[in-house]
């Protein structure tokens, strides 16, 4: 411990917790910070110091700095967490639609894999159209292009997974 700076403390603590009251604009807030000067001034150990006053508000300035980091950093981390709980976004980063109930959520997971398994039973050539056209976003051309078939062979086969997964989903 620093003696001289402990002396100084008590010597200029009145004047340190105006500073500290202006700085913050909370005279709680004001308190806290003069415990945490009070805590480094016993527990540091300083080299020689030319102005003890200067140096102790020095060190108060730095810890009002400290906590209006440690604040804004919070602020932005409860930021991120509401807005990322309001898009949907669990902790883990998975997306839900948080106005689903659990019940709702479980029809649809089992609607998406019965519907993959009826994608999976469609014949080889309306499978693959379907699949590039609804699935990947392709046009008819460029799932024509892919497939080496015309337009109207892609609209063929389109139509005929879509009759399909119409009847396999209506069970």
Do not use: C
């Not at 604040?71 to 997306?95: K, N």
């Not at 379907?130 to 292009?145: C, I």
């Amino acid at each position: 411990m620093n003696a001289g700076l402990a002396r100084l403390y008590e010597q200029h603590r009145a004047e340190i917790l105006r500073f500290l009251k202006a700085r913050t604009g909370d005279a709680a807030e004001a308190e806290d910070v003069m415990q945490e000067l009070w805590i480094k001034v016993q527990e540091g150990e300083t080299g020689p110091v030319a102005n003890g006053r200067a140096y102790l508000f020095r060190m108060a300035h730095n810890l009002v700095l400290d906590r209006l980091r440690e604040q804004r950093r919070r602020g932005q981390r409860e930021s991120s967490w509401s807005i990322e709980r309001s898009a949907g976004v669990t902790s883990e980063g998975d997306l839900v639609d948080p106005g689903q109930s659990t019940e709702s959520q479980l029809v649809l997971q089992d609607d998406l894999a019965r519907l993959a398994v009826a994608i999976g039973n469609l014949p080889a050539g309306a499978q693959r159209a379907f699949t590039m056209h609804k699935l990947e976003g392709l046009s008819h051309g460029e799932v024509a292009a892919r497939l080496g078939i015309s337009r109207s062979g892609v609209e063929k086969h389109i139509a005929l997974a879509m009759q399909h997964l119409r009847i396999a989903l209506e069970d």
